[in-house]
């Protein structure tokens, strides 16, 4: 008997439990609601949507250069609206539409294909939107910078409430296409601090700020920054050393397992999608399988993977699995999937869990529509699972669930 044969659905049954706002277009709807989740205002939403939905048939360049109009410029009328409440004193006002203005324009620099013109620009207003947005809600957020190579990888440190002495902390590190800021907006941090956990939110190389401003791509052999990450927080002593676990969404359901097979510092590893076999996914996409998390899908993957072509990059994915691995994990480990996922087949987290032989906790949860979080790395509502990941995390770690 073949184990990993369960049949995928098709698209539309796949995506039926999805806000979709473009019938046509999954990778526009998936921009939508993590914006949603990062909280969006639906009456914002409208505005920025409506005219698109002619563009969202178009080609990728002409479409997102539609999208990213509408987008940036929603963001323009938040900022100016911020000032305002900034000339008049009410800096919380001004701070909550920065951090809203930060989230539309993260959402449209993420369409956009590399080297686009002006893209550079619009990502460092995101960053720079964002930190004036923290700075004025006085939020539980500080940005870091760990040192690595001839260069830094920039985090966001978010820290534990209410507990007296070294607390314990979650690494969290993104997928393909996100960032920091997504992860912070979308509120884990938030939940974690509420459990006595402190957090550190990575762009880690191949990504946000790693990618964008300092050239690094992603590695394969993840333990590579991730010990680094480990070694920065050893020195700080809010934290507790022995109690530093790690988590990945989406591409990240990859990157967590490797490191933390070969970081035995890890006090344990959570994936928010299991991401087993990277490589076979690639191969399916070729044959026009599965959803694509962003338009110009291929060049954006080859930028991330610093291969300069397609035969380059597809030696580089042959690295990008976990079997062989897993068994080297002597920690907690909880994999999350959602039962819908369009993009990655729900087959790699049983893959990925009955290879976790050697873990004293392993457990598998998969998300359906009943709790939401059923969609790829829970995108179309976070918060109940969620809630899950990071009470699981506090009952690990030794962090509160009341």
Not at 21 to 46: H, K, Q
Not at 264 to 293: S, T, Y
Request: glycine share 8%.
């Amino acid at each position: 008997m073949e184990l990993f044969t369960d049949p995928r659905p098709s698209q539309q049954e796949s995506i039926q439990n999805m806000f979709r706002y473009f019938p046509t277009n999954y990778v526009w709807n998936l921009s939508v609601d993590l914006a949603i989740e990062m909280g969006a205002r639906i009456g914002e939403i409208e505005e920025m949507c409506a005219p698109l939905q002619e563009a969202a048939r178009q080609p990728d360049a002409a479409g997102t250069r539609a999208f990213r109009e509408t987008w940036s410029k929603m963001a323009d009328k938040l900022c100016g609206l911020a000032q305002e409440d900034e000339d008049r004193n009410r800096l919380l006002s001004a701070g909550e539409k920065y951090l809203r203005a930060s989230s539309y324009l993260l959402t449209c620099e993420r369409l956009q294909g590399h080297g686009a013109p002006g893209r550079m620009a619009l990502y460092q207003r995101m960053l720079d939107t964002f930190a004036r947005g923290i700075l004025l809600t006085k939020a539980n957020c500080e940005r870091v910078e760990i040192p690595y190579g001839d260069t830094h990888i920039a985090g966001l440190y978010t820290r534990a409430e209410g507990v007296h002495g070294p607390a314990p902390v979650l690494v969290q590190v993104n997928g393909l296409d996100s960032m920091k800021e997504m992860k912070f907006l979308v509120g884990e941090p938030q939940w974690l601090a509420q459990r006595g956990v402190s957090s550190l939110v990575i762009d880690q190389p191949g990504s946000g700020e790693a990618l964008r401003l300092h050239g690094m791509p992603a590695v394969y052999d993840s333990e590579r920054w991730a010990s680094k990450v480990v070694d920065w927080l050893e020195q700080c002593p809010e934290v507790d050393p022995k109690r530093i676990g790690l988590e990945g969404v989406s591409l990240g359901g990859y990157f967590c397992p490797r490191a933390v097979a070969f970081e035995p510092r890890f006090a344990c590893g959570v994936v928010m999608g299991a991401n087993h076999d990277w490589r076979d996914v690639q191969k399916r996409r070729l044959d026009k399988e599965g959803d694509f998390p962003v338009p110009h899908y291929w060049e954006h993957v080859r930028w991330v993977w610093g291969a300069k072509d397609m035969e380059e990059f597809m030696q580089i994915a042959e690295n990008v699995h976990l079997d062989g691995v897993l068994d080297r994990i002597r920690v907690p480990f909880l994999v999350t999937h959602g039962e819908k996922d369009s993009q990655i087949p729900l087959k790699w987290a049983h893959r990925t869990y009955e290879q976790l032989v050697s873990s004293p906790k392993r457990e598998l949860k998969i998300f359906t529509e009943r709790e939401g979080g059923a969609q790829h790395a829970c995108f179309d509502n976070s918060i109940n699972p969620g809630h899950y990941i990071v009470d699981w995390v506090a009952e690990v770690l030794g962090g509160r669930t009341s």
